[in-house]
């Protein structure tokens, strides 16, 4: 599995962004898909993932209520709606999957598969 991850850039506080992620090489419909985020001078954390059976999904608390994941099966891309965005967002995020339905989604070394990163910047 390929993956492209894109819509980053640059944001005022307040504002939002909508990433995506393309998946290629095989269907996206089947597998676990996170987003992660590596701020400067910090470690990877874990953002959000949907799994696609029953479409259940999960939120780190700092983004619980702001930040919304969705999935276009005939697209086989992934999105992250990013609103009310701060400067503590600002990082590189992340996408990642999965061929295992039983992985623990908040675990970054779960995820076999990652796309290339892209930056998001939230300043005035």
């Known amino acids: 599995v390929q993956l492209q991850a894109s819509g980053g850039g640059l944001v005022q506080p307040g504002g939002s962004l909508r990433l995506s992620c393309a998946a290629s090489?095989?269907?996206?419909?089947?597998?676990?898909v996170g987003w992660f985020r590596q701020p400067p001078g910090k470690e990877r954390e874990f953002v959000a993932a949907i799994k696609w059976s029953g479409g259940m999904t999960f939120y780190a608390d700092s983004v619980r209520g702001r930040f919304t994941i969705s999935r276009d099966g005939a697209k086989n891309t992934v999105y992250l709606q990013m609103n009310s965005l701060k400067p503590e967002d600002t990082a590189v995020y992340y996408c990642?999957?999965?061929?295992?339905?039983?992985?623990?989604?908040?675990?970054?070394?779960?995820?076999?598969?990652w796309g290339q990163g892209t930056l998001v910047t939230v300043s005035s």
């Open positions: 990642a999957a999965d061929g295992d339905l039983r992985l623990n989604v908040y675990t970054s070394k779960e995820y076999d598969y």
């Open positions: 090489g095989r269907s996206f419909s089947s597998l676990p």
